[in-house]
């Protein structure tokens, strides 16, 4: 398959997912501008950060607390790309600079696309998955900024589901062995309690320890060959 | 300039957390228990965001009509329909149910 193609492939399965990052873009910039952000910061923050858990949780923070306290929490909350990062390694090229390059696109839903599974990751389609979520984010957040939507009319038109329904999709489809049900369920596990005691963030950080289950040894056939997610449907 | 500051500041630190694994290993691979536990990696994040998302902080935001939605989206896939129109069948019946 050419370069192109697996592009292209990446932009397609995102695509649903980068629809919902759009509606919660909106959100993050209707709530950016009520909290005095004005117009550009909360744009521009988008553009350059992409991390909506990181964005939110600084927009918390910052206006009751420390700025050096706000930027912590927002760094704690997205330590997951560091566990990510390791993950991808693997399957970039290149010296570290260039590997540090190629590791820059990663975001949650580019992340599961591009993996082609049995912990090796496409590359290529790691960058077309994350071009329409960061462009929907962006857009998302500047429509946010201009509109400024009340958050009920959102919640009206069901628009919150849209982002843990594709998860769970994605997540349907990445369950291709015990292994991986294990894993999924004490990952949920683990920030299901975890919430009951910290930040949403650090419950997500620590539900990536479910994969420990892959230090057990295998017992069953390897995974399945990955397979092209839609093109099966 | 205590906003701009924090955003620059939050976002250079985002890129160094996604480089901060590569610079490190380069082009030495991961031991074989590692890469059975890094092939779960996408799953096990996936099961958390979904569990963060619909529980939210100390349980409070969980909704009955988005656990509802959300179920009929998976219901809708498992049915064969393509995703993004299992997506907005989801949305649709909260939607519906909020409007009852």
Same mark, same amino acid.
């Given at each position: 398959m050419s370069v192109r193609d697996e592009l292209l492939l990446g932009a397609r399965a995102a695509i649903g997912p980068a629809a919902a990052t759009f509606a919660l873009g909106v959100t993050f910039g209707a709530e950016a501008v009520a909290a005095g952000w004005g117009h550009a910061a909360p744009v521009v923050f988008s553009a350059i950060g992409i991390s909506g858990s990181a964005q939110f949780s600084l927009l918390t923070t910052l206006s009751t607390g420390t700025a050096l306290v706000a930027i912590l929490s927002a760094v704690l909350i997205n330590a997951r790309y560091?566990?990510?990062?390791?993950?991808?390694?693997?399957?970039?090229? &290149?010296?570290?600079?260039?590997?540090?390059?190629?590791?820059q696109p990663l975001v949650d839903a580019s992340f599961v696309v591009a993996h082609r599974g049995g912990g090796r990751f496409d590359v290529v389609r790691l960058l077309g998955a994350t071009i329409p979520q960061w462009s929907c984010w962006v857009l998302g957040t500047l429509l946010g900024v201009l509109l400024q939507p009340e958050p009920e009319l959102m919640e009206q038109l069901g628009v919150d589901v849209v982002f843990p329904a594709f998860f769970l999709l994605l997540v349907l489809e990445e369950l291709h062995s015990l292994r991986a049900l294990g894993a999924a369920a004490l990952g949920a596990l683990v920030a299901g309690?975890? /919430?009951?005691?910290?930040?949403?963030?650090?419950?997500? /950080?620590?539900?990536?320890?479910?994969?420990?289950?892959?230090?057990?040894?295998?017992?069953?056939?390897?995974?399945r060959e990955p397979v092209d997610r839609e093109e099966t449907r | 300039m205590r906003l701009w500051l924090s955003i620059l500041a939050v976002s250079a630190a985002n890129a160094l957390l996604k480089a901060s694994g590569p610079l490190v290993l380069g082009d030495r691979r991961l031991p074989a228990v590692a890469r059975r536990v890094v092939a /779960?990696?996408?799953?096990?994040?996936?099961?958390?965001?979904?569990?963060?998302?619909?529980? &939210?902080?100390?349980?409070?935001?969980?909704?009955?009509?988005?656990?509802?939605?959300?179920?009929?989206?998976?219901?809708?896939?498992?049915? *064969?329909?393509?995703?993004?129109?299992?997506?907005?069948? &989801?949305?649709?019946?909260?939607?519906?149910? *909020?409007?009852?």
């Amino acid at each position: 398959m050419s370069v192109r193609d697996e592009l292209l492939l990446g932009a397609r399965a995102a695509i649903g997912p980068a629809a919902a990052t759009f509606a919660l873009g909106v959100t993050f910039g209707a709530e950016a501008v009520a909290a005095g952000w004005g117009h550009a910061a909360p744009v521009v923050f988008s553009a350059i950060g992409i991390s909506g858990s990181a964005q939110f949780s600084l927009l918390t923070t910052l206006s009751t607390g420390t700025a050096l306290v706000a930027i912590l929490s927002a760094v704690l909350i997205n330590a997951r790309y560091l566990v990510m990062g390791v993950a991808l390694n693997d399957s970039l090229r &290149g010296g570290r600079l260039w590997r540090a390059v190629q590791a820059q696109p990663l975001v949650d839903a580019s992340f599961v696309v591009a993996h082609r599974g049995g912990g090796r990751f496409d590359v290529v389609r790691l960058l077309g998955a994350t071009i329409p979520q960061w462009s929907c984010w962006v857009l998302g957040t500047l429509l946010g900024v201009l509109l400024q939507p009340e958050p009920e009319l959102m919640e009206q038109l069901g628009v919150d589901v849209v982002f843990p329904a594709f998860f769970l999709l994605l997540v349907l489809e990445e369950l291709h062995s015990l292994r991986a049900l294990g894993a999924a369920a004490l990952g949920a596990l683990v920030a299901g309690g975890l /919430l009951l005691v910290t930040e949403p963030g650090y419950a997500l /950080l620590a539900a990536t320890a479910g994969a420990v289950v892959g230090v057990l040894p295998e017992r069953e056939p390897a995974e399945r060959e990955p397979v092209d997610r839609e093109e099966t449907r | 300039m205590r906003l701009w500051l924090s955003i620059l500041a939050v976002s250079a630190a985002n890129a160094l957390l996604k480089a901060s694994g590569p610079l490190v290993l380069g082009d030495r691979r991961l031991p074989a228990v590692a890469r059975r536990v890094v092939a /779960l990696m996408a799953p096990v994040l996936l099961a958390g965001l979904i569990t963060v998302e619909l529980a &939210g902080e100390d349980w409070n935001a969980v909704d009955g009509a988005q656990v509802a939605g959300v179920a009929v989206a998976g219901i809708a896939w498992w049915a *064969r329909a393509p995703m993004l129109l299992a997506v907005l069948v &989801g949305a649709a019946a909260a939607a519906g149910l *909020r409007a009852l």
